[in-house]
């Protein structure tokens, strides 16, 4: 586990362990619109993605992640093709760490 590089928290309220992770998924918004994002960025509490959709902050996005884990996530901030999400209920513990291992194995 090792291998997968770390970031601290900073200002900004994302003060869980942050993991640099690089991975294409699908999210959904309430009227079933798909936004692909490439996943950047990955903390128990939330992702940072690029995505070439506008995304209002606010709006509740529908996920699914390897293994269909499904989840949800508001959108917090977005800008230059950046996005910023916070998940409903945090990924936490063994299973965060069975999210990482299935992403580094399959990346």
């Not at 093709?81 to 063994?94: A, K, L, Q, S, V």
């Amino acid at each position: 586990m090792s291998s997968l590089p770390k970031q601290s928290g900073n200002a900004d309220d994302r003060s869980d362990e942050r993991r640099k992770v690089r991975f294409s998924m699908i999210a959904r918004t309430a009227d079933r619109t798909e936004i692909p994002l490439l996943v950047t960025d990955l903390s128990e509490s939330g992702f940072q993605a690029r995505s070439a959709v506008e995304v209002a902050p606010g709006t509740t996005l529908s996920l699914t992640f390897p293994l269909a884990r499904a989840s949800r996530a508001e959108v917090r901030w977005m800008r230059d093709g950046e996005i910023g999400c916070r998940f409903e209920r945090p990924i936490e513990g063994d299973d965060f760490t069975e999210l990482l291992v299935t992403l580094w194995r399959h990346g």
